[in-house]
Structure formats: C-alpha cells, structure tokens
T-cell receptor
Framework: KAGVTQTPRYLIKTRGQQVTLSCSPI?????VSWYQQTPGQGLQFLFE???????NKGNFPGRFSGRQFSNSRSEMNVSTLELGDSALYLC??????????????FGSGTQLSVL | GQQVMQIPQYQHVQEGEDFTTYCNSS?????IQWYKQRPGGHPVFLIQ?????EVKKQKRLTFQFGEAKKNSSLHITATQTTDVGTYFC??????????????FGDGTTLTVKP
C-alpha cells in the first residue's frame, strides 16, 4: 500500500509569491492534516480536512489556506510568502477524522525555502 | 491553549547508555502518542497510550502514561545508533476531544556516539 505522497519535495520561492503544495493520502484515508515544521518551533498544526471540509484550524494567518478534493487529496496554499514561511511542510493522513487518537501517517514533506 | 512540553531538548549518549525523554501537558490528555523522526525523514508513529498509568514495551523502548494523564515518558535501554532521531509526543486535550488535532511537543533529539 502506497504511503502518503507529497509534491513537490523541494521548492524555492521569493517573497511575495504564492505556493501550492499537494498531498495524496493513503488509499482509504479520509482525513488530511497539515503541519509546519521549523527547527525552532517544532511541529505546528495548520489545519485538518475531512470529507472536503476544514474541520480544525491552527493559529496561522489567513495567508495559509487549504482544500480537500472528493478523492481525499489535499492542497495547501500560502499566499504572499514571507521569509519566515521557510519550513518543512508535512502532510499527515488518517483513516478517520482525528480526535487526537488517530494514528497519523506522515508524508516526506515539502521543503519550502523563501528567498 | 494547551501546551505540550518535552525535556530534554537534546540528549547525547554513548552507545549502550540508556535514554529517557519526558513529555508534560498543561492539561489532562485523553491519550498520548509517540512518534520518531529520523534525520532528514518524517515522523513515524511508534505507539499510543490511553489508560492512566499504562506501560507499554517495544523491545528496548518502554512507554509510560502518568496516573494523572498529564505526563508521559519514553525510555530506551542500551541505545544503539539506529535510535538516533527526534522523538515527539503528541496529544489532544480532554476538554476538546472534538477538535481533532494533535498538539505535538517540541521533541527530544537523540544522538548516539558509537
């Protein structure tokens, strides 16, 4: 069974640009969560999608948005990029909507560098 | 909001020594999970603890959930170079069980000197 697939693996952008990251969950998994990982801040929760609806959102500005499609694939968009957005963006899928007790399967992440 | 703290942030050990990382939550947890992230890799689920005082073992790894369900620990006996990585704990708030999000600790990074 294929794991969680994230594309692209690496991305270099400049300030002010926007970026879209993609995540394909494990087949049969309906929940997709996004996390931002930086050396100083650890894993910060961005949002969770289940059945094409955002179910929960972390404390990130509105520049960070996402969506989920009917096949459970999810995209995350960051507009007006800032230097501080440089991070590893991880997507995690789970079979059902998480109540914090679902086993999360992480993708390899997208390493975003903002210059 | 809920805070999940881990100590120590870094731990350097000689191969064969034991290692322990501690996870403390500002609120009661309904469950706690542990993940391991190898250098350059992504977090991988290790285990979930649910019951107060629960202890689970995976070979050389021992996981404990505190009686008050506000803290947890991971102990590795006789570390090996394959244990290198960052260990994260994660848990939801008991009062917010419908939130669906896991709050991760900042992790403990373990390095092992051969």
């Amino acid at each position: 069974k294929a794991g969680v697939t994230q594309t692209p693996r690496y991305l270099i952008k400049t300030r002010g640009q926007q970026v879209t990251l993609s995540c394909s969950p494990i087949s049969g998994h309906r929940s997709v969560s996004w996390y931002q990982q930086t050396p100083g801040q650890g894993l910060q929760f961005l949002f969770e999608y289940f059945s094409e609806t955002q179910r929960n959102k972390g404390n990130f500005p509105g520049r960070f948005s996402g969506r989920q499609f009917s096949n459970s694939r999810s995209e995350m968009n960051v507009s007006t990029l800032e230097l501080g957005d440089s991070a590893l963006y991880l997507c995690a899928s789970s079979r059902n909507m998480g109540r914090g007790n679902e086993k999360l399967f992480f993708g390899s992440g997208t390493q975003l560098s903002v210059l | 909001g809920q805070q999940v703290m881990q100590i120590p942030q870094y731990q350097h050990v000689q191969e064969g020594e034991d290692f322990t990382t501690y996870c403390n939550s500002s609120t009661t947890l309904s469950n706690i999970q542990w993940y391991k992230q190898r250098p350059g890799g992504h977090p991988v689920f290790l285990i979930q603890l649910v019951k107060s005082g629960e202890v689970k073992k995976q070979k050389r790894l021992t996981f404990q959930f505190g009686e008050a369900k506000k803290n947890s620990s991971l102990h590795i006996t006789a570390t090996q170079t394959t244990d290198v990585g960052t260990y994260f704990c994660a848990g939801p708030e008991t009062l917010n069980t419908n939130a669906g999000k896991s709050t991760f600790g900042d992790g403990t990074t373990l390095t092992v000197k051969p």
